[in-house]
């Protein structure tokens, strides 16, 4: 009886402990999720949801991935791994593709909630809306600059489980759609957007304008220029843009342009704070307060968990505050296309009839050219971070013989001499020693000068600039000079070239084809545009033909557009050493091509447009492959 | 020692029965063959000139590319079936057929691809003397009329291996040189200097063949791979 009772009240005790407290035990809601009622009722939390969006905008140079910034031979890469890069002969027809649909229906599903949203201010729902469809524009633009004509989904689809998908294929739109679609999306929201060049993170009127020239001007270029490379077209035009549809395309770009320098969006205006031109050029990236020139940007904060190691990779190995840095080492090309400051181009005057060319100062032989150059790169003989660099690669003895180290500041006895001197700077050049400055340079541009940014534990939090003030007006003026107006191109040239210290200003009959080249490769570099540039114009496949650079072709063509870009060259200081000599002490310069560099890049008319891969191709057969592959 | 028996019967068995269940057959037929001008192959850049076989019939279709060799040949395995052969528009140094041809492959076939190239490189001539190779070749221009397009250029290439093209940086080139005069196209002289490196061993031969790069033509035509001994 007794082992009667025990079970009995266990079971009693079963059925009354759990029907009573049901409803408020289990039925809690979660501490961890948010409704979407609950999201769309605050506008803090809903504008979370729109940071997440713009986290994940994409972009092709990024400051979180060094390499990125510097490709198609503007600059060596000084990392041993990376050396590869230099010793194959092009890229694979994936290469730089990007598909990413979940992003565009993530995008499509804040739009849809919040246009539902009733808890909401008119005002903060506009500017959200607003801002979201930025993002979804900027992000078919860069399907577009990539991959052609993409299909154009504008809702977020639903599937229905019936065992048929098909009517979730789209087919691929044509290119100028897509350019269309990005068009008037920035005329659409352009107004709904704060015109506030205060705020350079969030989407701005001036934002959607920018983004509204460049995509105006880049796909006016491929009406004009797709002409040349006719195979680089799809009959149903998914890739290729009629040409009779160039002028206005680039009376689009003016247009949106002008908008921005006239002030419509806001104070946006060149960078012009210190007095030092270079000095002024080089703060225009990491200067972060009350910036005139960024219109829109990634931003970054130390402290505040988003930080990029950019000046870590990159900083001189002499003195840096890791054991590393150098990376990015910029090639004689880019240094050498700086002009004169009266506006002339001219190679750096290393020798004179065979006979080398002897400076008394390391950094005499870079004097008195743009002053975007010494603010672009850490030259020999300048300073980062108030230390003084220390490249030069040997001593060069009175027979022309040279003596150097394999290791970085390494000492020997000259000849004639009892004592051991260095003669290797501690920032090399060696050749083949990674982060050292192989081609006699570093970067400078996006370097971060605060203390501690090249540490890991700290790093940088110079912002990324997307768009700017400089590039709009450099679109003003390819526009304005595409559409025959030569003399206002000239005037906008003549603005970003006056801050350079440039003391030659242009007429619209100096104003042509290279010039607008030009001007854009140097002021634009390590900015992630010179790529689609060159795509735009169709011009990689001329410039990156797959033939090495002879060292006599190197100087040759400076500011030319079809000059050769295949591989990276160097030029590297030497001390000179003839004790009773006038010029011993004094500093010569060598150029060379790196053992490293064994490959010549070549793109083919396949890399205009970035495969789709088959596995897309499978799930959707109503896309088209892309042309030539 | 009967347990020992079972296991081996057992063992025996498996083994003779488990795998035919997911067994494949394997590709039975070779698609080979050359792509040529009136039966003379035509010789390409090594991978980088392909034609595209499609297998209708399946639920995912996806193209088979068939990489054409430097010698102008080509070889696929394939399963025995019914294909659709396709040049790209504007592949290869030619113009290729623009129709897709059927084809029905049961067991080995050779097929010639008859393409109609823009020139033929005629009678190649190689030499070395004192650390330089020299080569001469006339052109032939096949296609002439509203489709004829000029010579950009024509290049003599040298490589320490067999594989010689102009495009496919130091595996395919040690070093390469432009003719400086291709004004008369039936009679072009090239020369290039081997160059020297100290960190290779020395070897008595070099390969050796004249590519040509057609204007606006992305690939380039070439002779065939001569070895020219020093």
Redesign the interface.
């Known amino acids: 009886m007794k082992k009667h009772l025990f079970s009995i009240s266990f079971i009693l005790l079963f059925i009354t402990s759990c029907t009573k407290d049901d409803a408020l035990f289990l039925d809690r809601p979660p501490s961890s999720i948010l409704t979407q009622e609950q999201v769309f009722s605050d506008p803090s939390v809903a504008l979370s949801v729109l940071a997440d969006l713009y986290n994940r905008y994409e972009d092709f140079a990024r400051l979180d991935d060094w390499a990125t910034v510097a490709r198609f031979n503007i600059a060596f890469w000084s990392e041993a791994g990376r050396y590869p890069e230099f010793q194959n002969g092009g890229w694979g027809f994936g290469a730089w593709g990007i598909w990413d649909y979940g992003y565009i229906r993530e995008i499509n599903l804040f739009l849809e909630r919040c246009e539902a949203a009733t808890e909401l201010t008119d005002a903060v729902k506009s500017r959200f809306l607003a801002e979201a469809r930025f993002l979804r524009a900027s992000y078919y633009f860069e399907l577009v600059k990539r991959m052609g004509g993409v299909p154009l989904i504008l809702e977020a689809q639903e599937y229905d489980f019936s065992g048929d998908a098909s009517y979730l294929q789209q087919p691929r739109e044509t290119e100028a759609a897509i350019y269309d679609f990005v068009i008037s999306e920035a005329e659409a929201i352009k107004d709904l957007l704060p015109a506030d060049a205060g705020s350079k993170s969030r989407a701005t009127k001036g934002a959607a304008l920018a983004m509204e020239s460049r995509a105006a001007l880049y796909a006016a270029s491929i009406a004009k220029y797709g002409q040349n490379t006719p195979q680089v077209s799809l009959p149903g035009n998914e890739v290729g843009i009629p040409a009779s549809r160039a002028d206005e395309y680039y009376t689009t770009a003016l247009n949106a342009a002008q908008s921005i320098i006239n002030g419509d969006a806001g104070a946006y205006g060149l960078y012009n704070k210190k007095p030092d031109l270079s000095e002024n050029f080089e703060a225009l990236f990491y200067d972060k307060a009350n910036n005139p020139e960024a219109i829109f940007v990634e931003d970054y904060q130390v402290g505040g968990g988003k930080v990029h190691y950019f000046t870590g990779w990159n900083q001189p190995r002499f003195g840096a505050e890791e054991e590393e840095g150098g990376r990015i080492n910029p090639s004689l090309q880019f240094v050498q296309s700086f002009e004169l400051l009266d506006g002339t181009y001219a190679p750096l005057p290393n020798q004179e009839g065979g006979s080398p060319i002897y400076y008394d100062n390391i950094d005499d032989i870079f004097e008195g050219r743009d002053a975007r150059l010494a603010a672009t790169v850490i030259l020999p003989g300048s300073s980062f971070k108030s230390k003084p660099v220390d490249i030069w690669a040997g001593v060069v003895l009175e027979d022309g013989s040279i003596v150097t180290g394999d290791s970085r500041g390494q000492e020997k006895t000259l000849p004639g001499a009892s004592q051991q001197v260095q003669v290797v700077g501690f920032d090399g050049p060696i050749d083949g020693l990674e982060f050292t400055a192989q081609s006699g340079f570093y970067i400078r541009k996006y370097q971060d000068p605060t203390v501690g940014s090249g540490r890991r534990g700290t790093q940088s939090d110079v912002w990324f600039i997307r768009y700017r003030y400089a590039e709009v007006l450099l679109n003003a003026a390819e526009a304005a000079f595409e559409l025959g107006q030569a003399d206002l191109a000239a005037d906008y040239l003549n603005q970003v070239r006056a801050r350079a210290g440039i003391t030659t200003a242009l007429t619209g009959a100096d104003v042509d084809f290279d010039r607008i080249y030009h001007e854009r490769y140097v002021e634009l570099a390590f900015e992630g545009l010179h790529f689609f540039d060159l795509k735009r114009w169709r011009l990689a496949h001329i410039i990156l033909d797959g033939n090495p650079i002879s060292e006599s072709e190197v100087t040759q063509d400076i500011g030319v557009a079809t000059k050769r870009e295949t591989q990276p060259y160097s030029i590297w200081p030497y001390k000179y050493h003839n004790p009773g000599d006038p010029n011993d002490g004094k500093w010569l310069y060598k150029i060379l091509r790196l053992s490293r560099v064994t490959g010549a890049d070549r793109f083919q008319l396949g890399n205009y447009y970035s495969e789709i891969s088959q596995n897309v191709l499978n799930n959707n057969p109503r896309l088209v492959r892309n042309p030539n592959q | 020692m009967k347990a020992q028996i079972y296991i081996l019967l057992f063992g025996a068995l498996l083994l003779a029965s488990a795998c035919e269940l997911d067994n494949f057959q394997e590709p039975d037929a070779f698609f080979t063959g050359h792509i040529v001008y009136q039966g003379e192959p035509i010789p390409v850049a090594r991978n980088q000139v392909w034609f595209e076989l499609w297998q209708p019939g399946f639920g995912?279709?996806?193209p088979i590319d068939v990489a054409i060799a430097q010698d102008g040949s080509y070889s696929s395995r394939l399963f025995s079936g019914q294909y659709q052969l396709a040049f790209?528009?504007?592949?290869g140094p030619f113009r290729a057929p623009t129709d897709t041809i059927f084809l029905d492959l049961n067991g080995d076939e050779i097929m010639e691809l008859e393409v109609t190239p823009y020139y033929m490189i005629r009678t190649p001539q190689f030499s070395h003397s004192g650390g330089t190779v020299s080569a001469s070749c006339s052109l032939d221009q096949i296609i002439t009329g509203d489709e004829a397009r000029e010579v950009e250029r024509v290049t003599l290439i040298i490589n320490r291996t067999q594989f010689v093209d102009?495009?496919?940086?130091?595996?395919?080139?040690l070093a390469?040189s432009n003719a400086a005069d291709i004004s008369d196209l039936s009679r072009i002289s090239l020369s290039v200097d081997i160059p020297e490196d100290a960190k290779k061993p020395d070897q008595g031969y070099y390969f050796a063949r004249i590519g040509v790069k057609i204007a606006g033509v992305?690939d380039m035509i070439y002779t065939q791979v001569e070895k020219v001994s020093l």
């Open positions: 995912l279709s996806a790209l528009p504007g592949e102009a495009n496919s940086g130091g595996e395919g080139s390469q992305e």
